[in-house]
């Protein structure tokens, strides 16, 4: 994870300390006298959209702030694609129903979590949960991505009778994404709401975002139903493996290129590795098959 | 919590029971978060890199199993 210059965004307060040099994670563990200000929070998960906010917010006084609606939903947006891309991943594998019962229950933890503790949700160590569900998907998706490149290299046409995925892994493949991303839309909506005394404004821009990004998913279900199982498990473990090595690459102080925009180049450069794997194994499938008929030729 | 502990007992032999994956993992995290620093803007392909190798020998063990 890159660090950003804090003086770049006219939002910066003037008390903040210096970056320190490793990056999101440090910065929330190291800042001295405690926990990190709300402002800190929402800039160092989503500098972007603090700096739109910014100009968004020049002038304008209404009961809905717009500032800070469009900077929640510009964050939360961000946060809930990952999400919904995980639980399709899941959904893809073993069905719905296990992927949509794993987003209501991290749904409900968060809701319950969000309730209970408000504001005080901001002292929770990000960083170690990121790293937690980092190491869990990737352990997912390494698995899921090894099978499926096996079985495209070397069981190609029998895609179409491939066993279905187990539902308690796609319950907890969803669990774990939802918790992590909804964990990160609730601290931007609280950071949100601490700043600028915007809780509702900044409400109401998640709640758009996560509206928006229903509708797509409900749109995208159609076209993955026909793709065969072998080909999405192959792109399941492709993406789940792509999250989970940039998330615990973050908790463990790895600064990644292009900060969260990484996880493309991870995926671009995990399908490419893995698809010349497939590759590999169909030719070497072919030269053991054209041998065999020499033989019995 | 029945329920629970036996998903994390599922869990746990799903890990365990393919413990190569595992441990290569926990091995190449370690790896790559002893050397993050001095790796420098490295750190990241190094991470990418080792995760392939995992995933290109276990392959290849299955091809050599089959």
Known sequence: ?297 | MKAIASFGLYLWRFFVGDSFQLWALVVCFAVVGLLAHPLGALDGLVAFVLVTAVIWIDVWRRARAA
Do not use: C
Request: charged fraction near 15%; charge should be positive.
């Open chain 1, 1 to 297: 994870m890159e660090e950003r210059p804090l003086a770049t965004g006219p939002a910066a307060a003037p008390g903040d300390p210096k970056p320190a040099q490793t990056g999101r994670t440090a910065n929330f563990r190291t800042r001295p006298g405690g926990s990190p200000s709300p402002e800190r929070v929402i800039r160092l998960l989503h500098p972007e959209t603090v700096r739109i906010s910014s100009v968004a917010t020049g002038g304008v006084r209404s009961r809905l702030n717009w500032g800070f609606a469009t900077t929640a939903f510009g964050g939360s947006l961000v946060e809930f694609v990952e999400a919904a891309i995980i639980v399709v991943a899941a959904a893809a594998t073993a069905g719905w129903a296990p992927a949509l019962y794993g987003t209501l229950a991290a749904t409900g933890i968060l809701v319950v979590a969000t309730g209970g503790l408000g504001f005080a949700l901001l002292q929770l160590p990000i960083a170690v949960l990121r790293g937690v569900i980092g190491a869990l998907l990737l352990l997912f998706g390494v698995k899921w991505l090894t099978k499926a490149t096996y079985r495209l290299g070397t069981r190609w046409h029998h895609a179409s009778v491939e066993e279905p995925g187990d539902p308690r892994l796609a319950f907890a493949t969803a669990f774990n994404g939802v918790l992590l991303e909804g964990a990160e839309v609730v601290f931007i909506v609280l950071a949100l709401g601490a700043t600028g005394k915007a809780l509702g404004s900044a409400v109401i821009g998640a709640v758009v975002a996560v509206a928006v990004v229903i509708a797509g998913t409900v749109v995208a279900r159609g076209p993955l139903s026909r793709i065969p199982d072998v080909v999405l498990k192959f792109i399941v473990g492709i993406m789940l493996t792509s999250f989970g090595t940039l998330w615990l690459g973050e908790a463990l102080g790895i600064r990644w290129w292009g900060s969260d925009a990484s996880v493309l180049w991870l995926a671009i450069g995990n399908l490419a590795l893995n698809w010349l794997a497939v590759a590999v194994l169909r030719r070497g499938r072919g030269i053991a098959a054209g041998a065999a008929q020499k033989v019995s030729a």
